[in-house]
C-alpha cells in the first residue's frame, strides 16, 4: 500500500528538527576541537543520512564538504559492516573523499532491536597536516602520496572502544599529533551528539515515523527541485573557463561544462574538461558532484530543503581522467579548494546564458575564484612541531541590484578568519596588517566586493606552502561589469630581494621573514551608462 504523503508543514518541522541535530554536531565539534583551523575558522561540516545513505540533513556549513559526502557514506556502506558503536574513519579521494586533509567520520545509529541502522551520522573537518612531503599538508604536488596518508574506510572505533592501534597508524604520520588526536575525539564527539538526539526523537516519535518522514522529506525536495527545472529552457548551452597555467608561459588549464534541462532533470557534462593536472588542481567525482549541487540548490526556492532529493534532479557527467574527476594517483589537495572554485563559475556562466534574464536576479558575476590557501610549518618551542592551516577571505560577484560583498568566504567555502589574537598566541607569528583592499571589486552599475590585503611576520623559521589562483586575471563581470582586480603574494626578508610568488608554491621563509598576500575582488555587474535600471524594491 503506497505510504501517504505527508503535508508540506509537518515536512518542514521534520526538517527543522534533523537539521537542528546537525547544528548540534556542529557545536559539539567546535567547542571540542582543539586546532584553530576547527575551533576558529570552523572548517568542518555535519549532515544525517538514512540507511541507504542518503543525505536528509546538513548543517549551514561548508558546500564542498557537505556536497561531497554523500559519495564518502556510500563507501562506507559498501565496504564496512557496521554494527552499534562503530565509527568509520575515512579521507581516500578516489573512494568518497575530497582531498586527504579533509578526515571524515561515519557512524551508525542503531534504534531498537533493529540489526540494521536506521540513520548514520558523518562529519568532515580539515585538519591542518595529514603528512606528506610538506607541513600543512596543502603544497603543489604532482603525486597524490606526496600530499600525505591516504587512510580507506577503517574503523576508528569499534562497538564503542577506540581502537589505539588505528589511531596510532594515524598519529604516527602527523607532525602534530597531539593535536590531531584532540581533533578527531572532538569529530568522534560530534557524531554520539547525534546519535543521541536521533534516539531522542525516535522514542518521542516513533522510529518508523521518524524514518518515513526521513524519506519523505527527500521526496518532497525532489519534486520541488523538479517543479523548478521543468520551467526552464531546453536549449543547450556551454560554458568555459581556466585555471591559471602549471607555469609561466604555459597553456590554462581548461574547465567546461555543457548545460542542458532534460525534462525534469539538470544535465551538466563536464568531460570536456582538460586531462588531471600537476600541482595537486584535480577535482574528485565528488568535489564535481560538490559545485553541481550548490550551484542548482542557488536557483531552487528559498524554502526548499537541501538533502538528497536536489541530487535527483541532476545528471552530472564526468570524464575518468580528467581535472574534473581524479583517478590515481593524480594529486587532489587543490582541487577540494580552486578547482571546485572553477566549477562553480562554469556552472553559474552556463545557467546565466540559459536563463538570460531570468537569472539576473541569482546569478552573480564571477566572485573571487579562489580560496588563497595558506599553510605552514615551524617550531612553536624546540622540539615542537607546529602546523597552520587558513583560508582568505575575497570578494564576491556582484548581481543585479546587489554590489557583492567584501572580504568573505565565497561559494565553496563558508569558513571564518582565525581571530589574529587565537593565531599570535599560539604560533611566533604576526600581522602586520590585515585590511579591504579597498576598490578592487569589479566596477559596473553594482560594483564587485573588494579582496583583502594581509601581512605576515614570521618569528621563526618556516615552511610555507601558498594555493590560489587569478594572479593574472581578475575574476568576471557578468552583463558587461568589469573584472575585479587580481590577487597576488609576495615575500621579503632581511638582506633578501623582494619576490613576487606564482599562484601555487611552497618555500622557506627565515626568522623575521615577511608575506604579502591580496585577495581578487568579484566581478561587477551591468555596464554604467547603459539604459537599465536597477530595480527599486
Not at 503506497?2 to 547544528?23: D, S, T, W, Y
Not at 571524515?104 to 603528512?131: K, M, Q, W, Y
Not at 557578468?478 to 613576487?500: I, K
Amino acid at each position: 500500500m503506497p505510504r501517504k504523503a505527508a503535508a508540506p508543514l509537518a515536512l518542514e518541522a521534520h526538517h527543522h528538527l534533523l537539521v537542528a541535530v546537525a547544528e548540534e554536531m556542529g557545536a559539539a565539534l567546535q567547542r571540542s576541537a582543539f586546532s584553530p583551523n576547527i575551533k576558529e575558522r570552523r572548517d568542518f561540516s555535519c549532515a544525517l543520512f538514512d540507511a541507504g545513505g542518503r543525505m536528509i540533513a546538513h548543517a549551514a556549513h561548508i558546500p564542498v564538504h557537505l556536497g561531497a559526502l554523500p559519495l564518502s557514506v556510500a563507501e562506507v556502506l559498501r565496504s564496512t559492516p557496521l554494527a552499534p558503536g562503530d565509527a568509520v574513519l575515512l579521507n581516500d579521494p578516489y573512494r568518497g573523499g575530497t582531498h586527504l586533509p579533509d578526515l571524515t567520520l561515519v557512524s551508525p545509529v542503531f534504534l531498537g532491536r533493529s540489526s540494521r541502522p536506521a540513520f548514520l551520522c558523518a562529519n568532515r573537518a580539515h585538519h591542518a597536516d595529514i603528512g606528506g612531503a610538506h607541513p600543512g599538508s596543502m603544497a603543489p604536488c604532482d603525486d597524490v602520496h606526496a600530499e600525505g596518508l591516504r587512510i580507506p574506510p577503517l574503523k576508528l572505533v569499534s562497538r564503542g572502544v577506540v581502537r589505539e592501534d588505528v589511531l596510532a597508524l594515524v598519529l604516527a604520520n602527523q607532525r602534530a599529533p597531539r593535536e590531531r588526536r584532540a581533533d578527531l575525539m572532538a569529530q568522534l564527539a560530534a557524531n554520539r551528539v547525534a546519535a543521541t538526539r536521533l534516539a531522542g526523537l525516535a522514542l518521542q516519535h516513533g522510529a518508523r515515523a521518524l524514518t518515513e518522514r526521513s524519506a519523505a522529506l527527500i521526496e518532497w525536495s525532489a519534486r520541488l527541485a523538479q517543479q523548478e527545472l521543468r520551467t526552464w529552457p531546453t536549449r543547450r548551452v556551454e560554458f568555459v573557463d581556466t585555471l591559471e597555467p602549471l607555469e609561466v608561459g604555459g597553456p590554462p588549464l581548461r574547465i567546461a561544462v555543457a548545460l542542458q534541462r532534460r525534462g525534469a532533470r539538470l544535465r551538466l557534462d563536464f568531460s570536456r574538461s582538460d586531462d588531471a593536472a600537476l600541482q595537486g588542481l584535480n577535482a574528485t567525482r565528488a568535489v564535481t558532484e560538490a559545485a553541481a549541487f550548490y550551484c542548482l540548490r542557488l536557483f531552487l526556492p528559498p524554502h526548499t530543503p537541501t538533502n538528497q532529493g536536489v541530487f535527483e534532479a541532476l545528471e552530472i557527467v564526468t570524464r575518468e581522467g580528467s581535472i574534473a574527476h581524479a583517478r590515481y594517483p593524480s594529486p587532489v589537495a587543490a582541487g577540494n579548494v580552486e578547482t571546485s572554485q572553477r566549477l562553480v563559475d562554469v556552472v553559474l556562466g552556463a545557467l546565466a546564458r540559459l536563463l538570460g534574464p531570468r537569472a539576473a536576479r541569482t546569478a552573480p558575476a564571477a566572485s573571487a575564484g579562489t580560496m588563497s590557501n595558506l599553510a605552514f610549518g615551524l617550531e612553536r618551542a624546540p622540539g615542537e612541531h607546529a602546523t597552520y592551516y587558513e583560508t582568505l577571505a575575497g570578494g564576491a560577484g556582484a548581481s543585479r541590484g546587489r554590489a557583492g560583498a567584501s572580504a568573505v568566504q565565497t561559494h565553496m567555502t563558508n569558513t571564518r578568519n582565525t581571530p589574529i589574537e587565537a593565531l599570535e598566541q599560539r604560533l611566533p607569528v604576526r600581522i602586520e596588517r590585515c585590511t579591504l583592499r579597498r576598490g578592487s571589486g569589479g566596477a559596473g552599475v553594482a560594483r564587485g566586493g573588494d579582496g583583502i590585503a594581509k601581512d605576515w611576520l614570521f618569528l621563526a623559521p618556516a615552511r610555507v606552502s601558498w594555493i590560489a589562483d587569478r594572479h593574472g586575471l581578475g575574476p568576471w563581470g557578468l552583463d558587461g561589469g568589469g573584472r575585479g582586480a587580481s590577487g597576488g603574494a609576495r615575500t621579503s626578508a632581511p638582506g633578501r630581494a623582494e619576490r613576487a610568488l606564482a599562484s601555487r608554491a611552497s618555500f622557506a621563509l627565515p626568522a623575521l621573514g615577511r608575506l604579502h598576500i591580496q585577495t581578487p575582488g568579484g566581478g561587477g555587474f551591468g555596464r554604467r551608462g547603459s539604459r537599465r535600471q536597477l530595480p527599486t524594491d
